[in-house]
């Protein structure tokens, strides 16, 4: 069976992204671990599904590299825009798009048909340490210790579609050994259900460097839910305001991200398409 994909990213986290408008992928999971490989696949962070919505104008599944399913993708959201509005599948230039983690709303900045880039209401944060799910007491975990491989952190943990925990440091965070102790993040007891772990340095007022750890495909080039997080974790622990656009550098990129006094985040950044192509499954 010939399958037709496109390869996408957004501030470098890549995705393989499949029209499931128009054709049936039997097995996501085993497609995702199988063509995510980087050597012996299409490469990418992982796969993503665009297809019709019963309740919005079109629907996302996105699965990790390790085949395993995530709820929501602040990068890959943007890339389905672009992908469905330059085909015109869906012509609007605010776009709703369902997902695991609830209906995103993402806005189109285009010039002469091309999606030059968009912007994605994330939604409201979430706090409460079993919405992570997190086994941990309290009504918050904003900058309290954890213990990693012998070593303790400062942390605060926030669900913006996917589950974060936010590290600020002043170790660099070129110079962090992510192989070493990302893993050991991701599978901490405290996270039955694992964590994607954001490190950051912060560089002046509203300027954060950032690396990532993602439960599911390791360290990424950019992720979008946890720039968002790093965001909500910096106005809670005093480091940014409310209302104030912080730009985000990640290793493929910057995102432009706020928290509004309203409660919901605000992302803005590329959605970049690389090459089409199609494999045998």
Same mark, same amino acid.
């Given at each position: 069976?010939?399958?037709?994909?496109?390869?996408?990213?957004?501030?470098?986290?890549?995705?393989?992204?499949?029209?499931?408008?128009?054709?049936?992928?039997?097995?996501? @999971?085993?497609?995702?671990?199988?063509?995510? +490989?980087?050597?012996?696949?299409?490469?990418?962070?992982?796969?993503?599904?665009?297809?019709?919505?019963?309740?919005?104008?079109?629907?996302?599944?996105?699965?990790?590299?390790?085949?395993?399913?995530?709820?929501?993708?602040?990068?890959?959201?943007?890339?389905?825009?672009?992908?469905?509005?330059?085909?015109?599948?869906?012509?609007?230039?605010?776009?709703?798009?369902?997902?695991?983690?609830?209906?995103?709303?993402?806005? =189109?900045?285009?010039?002469? *048909?091309?999606?030059?880039?968009?912007?994605?209401?994330?939604?409201?944060?979430?706090?409460?340490?079993?919405?992570?799910?997190?086994?941990?007491?309290?009504?918050?975990?904003?900058?309290?210790?954890?213990?990693?491989?012998?070593?303790?952190?400062?942390?605060?943990?926030?669900?913006?579609?996917?589950?974060?925990?936010?590290?600020?440091?002043?170790?660099? =965070?070129?110079?962090? $050994?992510?192989?070493?102790?990302? $893993?050991?993040?991701?599978?901490?007891?405290?996270? @039955?259900?694992?964590?994607?772990?954001?490190?950051?340095?912060?560089?002046?007022?509203?300027?954060?460097?950032?690396?990532?750890?993602?439960?599911? &495909?390791?360290?990424?080039?950019?992720?979008?839910?946890?720039? &968002?997080?790093?965001? =909500?974790?910096? =106005?809670?622990?005093?480091?940014?305001?409310? +209302?104030?656009?912080?730009?985000?550098?990640?290793?493929?990129?910057?995102?432009?991200?706020?928290?509004?006094? *309203?409660?919901?985040?605000?992302?803005?950044?590329?959605?970049?398409?690389?090459?089409?192509?199609?494999? +045998?499954?």
């Amino acid at each position: 069976m010939e399958i037709r994909f496109t390869k996408m990213h957004g501030a470098g986290n890549d995705y393989i992204y499949v029209n499931a408008f128009e054709q049936t992928l039997e097995d996501p @999971p085993a497609f995702a671990a199988r063509f995510s +490989d980087r050597h012996k696949g299409i490469g990418g962070d992982g796969l993503v599904l665009i297809g019709p919505s019963e309740i919005a104008d079109v629907r996302m599944r996105m699965f990790n590299a390790d085949g395993s399913e995530g709820r929501m993708c602040g990068n890959a959201s943007r890339c389905i825009a672009k992908y469905v509005y330059e085909r015109g599948i869906c012509q609007k230039e605010t776009i709703r798009l369902e997902t695991l983690a609830g209906i995103k709303e993402l806005h =189109v900045h285009a010039e002469g *048909g091309r999606v030059q880039a968009v912007t994605v209401n994330m939604g409201t944060p979430k706090l409460h340490p079993a919405d992570l799910p997190m086994l941990a007491e309290g009504e918050t975990f904003v900058e309290q210790a954890i213990e990693v491989a012998g070593r303790t952190y400062q942390a605060t943990a926030v669900n913006t579609g996917a589950p974060h925990l936010v590290v600020f440091t002043t170790t660099p =965070v070129h110079e962090l $050994p992510l192989g070493e102790i990302g $893993p050991r993040f991701e599978r901490h007891p405290l996270f @039955p259900d694992r964590v994607n772990t954001d490190f950051v340095n912060q560089l002046g007022a509203g300027d954060f460097q950032m690396r990532v750890f993602e439960r599911g &495909s390791g360290e990424t080039l950019a992720c979008g839910t946890g720039a &968002s997080a790093v965001v =909500v974790a910096a =106005v809670l622990t005093g480091r940014a305001r409310r +209302d104030q656009e912080v730009c985000v550098h990640l290793l493929g990129g910057e995102l432009y991200v706020s928290w509004l006094s *309203g409660g919901d985040v605000i992302m803005r950044g590329p959605a970049v398409e690389v090459f089409e192509g199609c494999v +045998d499954v």
